[in-house]
């Protein structure tokens, strides 16, 4: 029987009833959820009232109240001493301040058994002061006729003593602790205070004594050191913090007062007197940094122990010789503080003397630096004045426009030097490698300020400057690094590297020292261009000293030309010969590292050729053919195809070039040299790729003439032009159809066009003049019509039309 519902209808209704009961479902999970949290989670309690946070802890109130309390009484003390002094009788005075004295100082005592410490270092603070008070008031009563700074000074060696003796009286008074063990609480004001005031007594002396600065210095020295064996050997941190302070600032007075005596000394015995002044503070810091614990401050001390050793042994020396040879005596003598290297002595002593004597001989160099730097750029100046005459000497040759250096004459010396301790030093040591480049570096800057130095005839100069490149040259052949591979990829080593360096440095020097005479500059240019090519030949420096000769050639051509009173365009030619020897060069050389930079250094020379000729365009037109005769060479090369288009640029541009010079206007004498090769080329690769594009291979060259020559013949008035492009248009259309080619096609046709366009415009003006207004609108009416009629014509014959081009390539 049948259901009612239909089971479809009852099925959609079960359906619906289930999607309420699912959407009621989760809304009473997410009230649920909500309820469960709600009970959970813990209700906020009342928030405690903030607690007041005390800003001074009780022993720091405890410590100022103390503190203001001594200031106080040792005001109220000074008070009493200066201005109730005199109401008082000899008996009086002695009593009161005997007796405040005694009683300050002994108070302390009971205050330490009870453990009061911070009240106790208070009141004894109180009685060091008022001792001072006593030693006032007793000057002023007994010794009123007493020089004061003596007074002072065996007043300040008193106290020191008394203080001394009452911070050690006081420690011991302390009784044992319950456990059987010593329980000392010494004061901590008494033995620092001693310590400061022990710092015045010598230096008073001498000044009561009138004593000259060198016993001023001798007296700071000598306070410095009892400083330092204090902060050394005593264990109480603030007498070795008062002492490590006096110790830094009586010594660094001594240094200095001795330092300017040493440099002031005008004869042998002031000089010797400052030398031992600063070996007596070499032998403070040297000692110090003996026996300084840490390893840190050993090191600065026993540096500055160095730095004060050399000027103390050069001090002497320096006044019996001339200013020259200052910086070479200190020098020797840091170089002597290496001996250390072969002591057993601490390391950090060791350190520091070795960084001393770096730093000796790294300031010896920066002295010889503006020499050297002289020597480089003084030549520059030739380059205003070439050949204008050799110049006197070596120095001259050097110095064209600059000054000579005063005291110049130890500059070799100390290159040298300088260059022999690296050599030696770094026989052993892991930076042997730098220390050889160092010295090589040094080496070649000696013989490069040494002509100059020693006044050499011009000539003569060259000579050490050129064996200076030579020796450069042959040591980067002798190194070889054992890493080099064979066929000279890797990197190179550093010193292969500076040698080469060294050597393209000297060599322009030499060349610029070379330009004040005309016999001396082809000469150096000559001999720089054979010895780079020699070094070349057979060393991984190569892609250095190959290219430095073809530049020494190329500068060699141009000299030979200037001498022999050529022309610039007539010395291009002469150029020339560069760009050629590089491409054979080059071509030999293969995939080696050295033919890239040749073949650039040739390229420079080929554009130094062609703006030598700019002016002259003959010249120039011949020029730019040669060049691009030797691109041409190179475009042969498998690995250099690409040169052709540079070859192909060079040819054209010298084509127009001489078309100028020949004052041709006609623009097809200059497009047609362009479009024959690039429709040839065209040509060939479409043999080769049949599916490359017509527009690649014959577009650029037919447009290089099309577009120049009808834009001329639009302006010309004459029927040649125009009827011999229609003509070439014709030809390139009928041949794009014959062969299918769309850009011969379309751009044909267009000129085509275009120039029956530009015949036909008079004719076609002259005839819409002739007919009446209504004429154009009736005309456009019939063709409306005419399309309108044949819509779907037209659109199967735009179809016919797009298939056949587009079956054209």
């Known amino acids: 029987m049948p259901h009612f519902p239909p089971p479809a209808e009852e099925l959609r209704l079960l359906d619906f009833e289930l999607r309420q009961l699912d959407a009621r479902r989760s809304v009473l999970l997410t009230r649920r959820a909500w309820l469960v949290n709600a009970l959970h989670t813990p209700v906020p309690a009342p928030a405690a009232p903030p607690v007041r946070r005390a800003e001074a802890t009780a022993p720091s109130v405890q410590n100022v109240l103390l503190i203001l309390g001594g200031v106080l009484l040792t005001i109220a003390a000074i008070a009493f001493t200066l201005v109730s002094w005199g109401d008082l009788g000899i008996a009086g005075r002695a009593l009161v301040l005997g007796a405040v004295t005694l009683a300050a100082l002994g108070v302390p005592v009971p205050l330490l058994r009870h453990g009061l410490r911070s009240t106790a270092e208070a009141v004894a603070g109180l009685g060091l002061a008022l001792t001072v ?19 002072t000074a065996a007043a300040s060696a008193v106290l020191a003593t008394v203080w001394t003796a009452y911070g050690l009286a006081v420690g011991r008074s302390v009784p044992p602790s319950p456990d059987g063990a010593h329980r000392r609480t010494p004061l901590r004001l008494p033995l620092p205070l001693a310590t400061g005031a022990a710092q015045l007594p010598l230096l008073l002396w001498a000044f009561a004594a009138d004593a000259g600065p060198h016993t001023v210095t001798a007296v700071l020295l000598v306070t410095a050191a009892a400083d330092t064996a204090i902060a050394l050997r005593v264990p109480l941190k603030p007498v070795r913090i008062v002492a490590a302070v006096g110790a830094f600032g009586w010594g660094a007075w001594g240094v200095l007062a001795a330092g300017w005596l040493s440099w002031a000394a005008s004869g042998t015995g002031a000089a010797a007197r400052a030398a031992a002044l600063l070996a007596l503070a070499a032998a403070i810091a040297l000692s110090a940094a ?24 050069g001090g002497v020396p320096r006044t019996a010789l001339p200013d020259a040879w200052t910086v070479p005596v200190h020098l020797l003598f840091g170089i002597a503080l290496l001996a250390v290297v072969r002591v057993r002595v601490p390391e950090p002593v060791r350190q520091g003397l070795v960084h001393a004597s770096v730093t000796v001989q790294a300031l010896a160099l920066l002295s010889a630096l503006p020499t050297v730097l002289l020597a480089l750029a003084g030549p520059l100046g030739w380059a205003e004045r070439v050949w204008s005459g ?67 005839p011009y000539v003569a100069g060259l000579v050490v400057q050129g064996a200076a490149v030579v020796a450069s040259l042959g040591f980067a052949g ?31 020097n030499l060349v610029l020292v070379s330009l004040a005479s005309e016999p001396a500059t082809p000469a150096v240019l000559g001999a720089s261009t054979v010895v780079f090519a020699v070094a070349a030949w057979r060393t991984v420096a190569a892609p250095f000293t190959a290219p430095a000769s073809l530049v020494h050639a190329t500068a060699l051509t141009c000299a030979i030309g200037a001498s022999v009173g050529w022309e610039r365009q007539h010395t291009a030619l002469l150029v020339l010969a560069v760009p050629v020897v590089a491409a054979l060069l080059a071509a030999r050389l ?97 043999r080769r790729d049949p599916q490359a594009s017509s527009w690649t291979v014959y577009g650029p060259g037919l447009a290089a003439t099309l577009v120049p020559s009808l834009v001329a013949a639009w302006g010309d008035e004459h029927w040649l032009r125009p009827l011999l492009l229609g003509l070439a248009a014709l030809a390139v259309t009928l041949v794009g159809a014959r ?54 014509q037209r659109l199967r014959d735009a179809r016919r039309v797009r298939d056949v081009f587009g079956k054209m390539t």
């Open 133 to 151: 008070l006593d030693a006032y008031a007793l000057h002023e009563v007994t010794f009123a006729g007493a020089d004061g700074e003596g007074y």
């Open 290 to 313: 003996w026996l300084a614990p840490r390893p840190g401050p050993a090191l600065g001390i026993a540096l500055t122990g160095g730095f004060l050793t050399v000027a103390a042994l």
């Open 390 to 456: 050799a110049p006197a000497d070596a120095r001259a040759a050097l110095t064209p426009d600059a000054p000579w250096p005063p005291n110049a004459q130890s500059v070799p010396v100390v290159l040298a030097v300088v260059a022999g301790v690296l050599l030696l030093a770094g026989r052993t040591a892991s930076w042997r490698t730098r220390g050889v480049v160092g010295a090589l570096t040094l080496g070649w800057a000696t013989a490069l300020v040494l002509p100059a130095v020693l006044e050499l």
């Open 478 to 508: 002798y190194v070889r690094p054992a890493a080099q591979p064979e066929d000279a990829r890797a990197s190179y080593a550093p010193l292969p590297l500076t040698a080469v360096l060294l050597a393209l440095a000297g060599s322009l």
């Open 590 to 686: 293969g995939g080696s590292p050295t033919t890239i930079p040749v073949e650039a250094t040739g390229a420079v020379a080929g554009v130094l050729a062609i703006g030598l000729s700019a002016f002259d365009p003959p010249m120039l037109a011949l020029t730019l053919a040669l060049c691009g005769v030797v691109a041409a060479g190179t475009a042969v090369r498998a690995d250099r195809r690409n040169v052709g288009y540079a070859a192909a640029a060079l040819f054209v541009l010298a084509s127009w070039v001489r078309l100028a010079a020949w004052e041709v206007g006609s623009p097809e004498a200059y497009t047609l040299p362009v479009t024959v090769p690039a429709l040839v080329v065209g040509f060939v690769r479409r």
């Open 739 to 792: 062969h299918r080619l769309q850009a011969p096609l379309l751009l044909g046709g267009a000129a085509l066009a275009l120039v029956t366009l530009h015949e036909l415009a008079p004719y076609i003006a002259q005839a819409v003049g002739a007919l009446p207004r209504w004429t154009p609108p009736a005309l456009a009416g019939l063709v409306l019509l005419a399309v309108g009629a044949t819509y779907e």
